[in-house]
C-alpha cells in the first residue's frame, strides 16, 4: 500500500445554530489511528463527516492524502440483495480481494442484507471498508453491537490495516484496544 497522510487544521464545526466543536487539529501518517473520544452527541461523527469531504467546516481545513472510506450506520449494501451479491458489487468495482471469512460472513451469502442482525450488519460494513483499496478508514463506532469475538476480530483488522501502511480514524465512546492509539479527546474542544 502507498503511504497516505491525513492533517485536520484548526477545524470547528456547526450543525444548525450551535457550534459544537472548535480547534480540533491532528496529523496522522501511515500506520498510524486516532481515537475521536467523546460522549453522545459531541460531535464525533459529524466530524468524521469533516474528514471524509462530505460536510463543511466551519472553519479550518482537512488534507488528505490516499483515498478515504467511512463507515458509519449507513451499511453501503442493498438491502434487497442477498449480502454475497451485494458484497460482490463492490468487490467487481475495487477488484478486491473476499473477505468474507474474516468477517464470518461466509454463511449468511445468501440472506438478505435487510434482515442480517446488527452484529452481522457490523460485520458487513467493515467487510465492504476492507474490500475496498481505500488507505484512510473513517470508523464510526465500528465496534457497536459487535459481542466480545467480533469486537476483537474488528480491532484485528484495523490493525492488519494500520501493519499494511493505512491510517485509521475512530470515533468510538467504548475503549479500543488498539497498539500506538493516540486519544483526541473532544470534551476539550467543545464549541
Ligand atoms: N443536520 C443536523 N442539523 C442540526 N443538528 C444536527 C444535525 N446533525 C446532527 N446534529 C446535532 O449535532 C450534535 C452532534 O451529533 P453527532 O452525531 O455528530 O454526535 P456524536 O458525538 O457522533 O454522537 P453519538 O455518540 O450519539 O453518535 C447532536 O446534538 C445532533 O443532534
Redesign the pocket.
Known sequence: MQSCRLAAHDIS?R??D?V?LRGVGFRLRSGEALHLA????????????ILAGLLRPFSGHVEAEGGMALSDERLPLDVHRPLGAALDFWRQLDGAADVCNDFGLEDLLDVPVRYLSTGQRKRAALACLATGGARIWLL??PLNGLDAHWATAAQAAIEAHRARGGIAVI?S?QPLELQRLEVLP?LDHVG
Do not use: W
Open positions: 464545526c450543525r444548525g450551535r459544537l467523546g460522549p453522545n452527541g459531541i460531535g464525533k461523527s459529524s466530524l468524521l463527516r464510526d463506532e470515533a465512546h473532544l
